[in-house]
């Protein structure tokens, strides 16, 4: 197995979820007591969301370059960074540490161009879905994400950074969450992207017609891909 760096704590919660996904997939594959090599640096997510809302992303860029620098003097040969909103500046952390980075929208593109679908709809952070790191790579790989409008994407936002990121989990925040994917579909997706780590915590498959596409789920297994390849 190759050692996998991991750029976590962005939230802990999904963090949580990555190093379980990780290691139930390459034990599952390997059998025995097999599990994922891996070099994990979970980082304080205070000082990261304060300077993402200030827009100080210079500043979260600094942060994770050094992580990611300390990440490949351990020994790491690749790199995963556990969040959608921080690719925002995976292209400073990639330079920063000379490894290979595992892009979490590459991965979810060719998920949903190997379901055969073009056009799907986007719930994420704020800054995910109005910023074009994200959005545009979907397009470079010819998958177009459609956004909810601007009241429901700060709903949508809010109940993330208040609630999924402190591991709370609300009835009426996923009632919140299929309204917003209902209108989605209804604008013409033909799936939806969880395209922030901490969504499937809230909602999944079972909360809209269309097939639902976790960013999370698929980011674990092209990761697990890497590491046995």
Known sequence: MRLLGVLGGMSWTSTEA????LNTQVAGRLGGLHSARLLLHSVDFDGIAERQHSGDWPGTAEI????????????????????????????????????ELLHIADATAAAVRAAGLGRVGLLATAFTMEDTFYVGRLAAHGV????PPAAQRAEVHRI??????????????????RRVMADLVDAGSEGLILGCTEIGLLVGSGDTTVEVFDSTVIHVAAAVEWILG
């Open 18 to 21: 990555y190093y379980r996904a």
């Open 160 to 177: 993330i950074y208040d609630e999924l990121v402190l591991d709370v989990v609300r009835d009426e925040s996923r009632a919140v969450y």
């Open 144 to 147: 177009e994400a459609l956004v």
């Open 64 to 99: 994770l370059a050094e992580a990611a620098r300390g990440l490949a003097a351990g020994g790491a040969e690749g790199l995963l960074l556990a969040t959608n909103t921080m690719h925002k500046v995976a292209p400073e952390i990639e330079a920063a540490s000379g490894l």
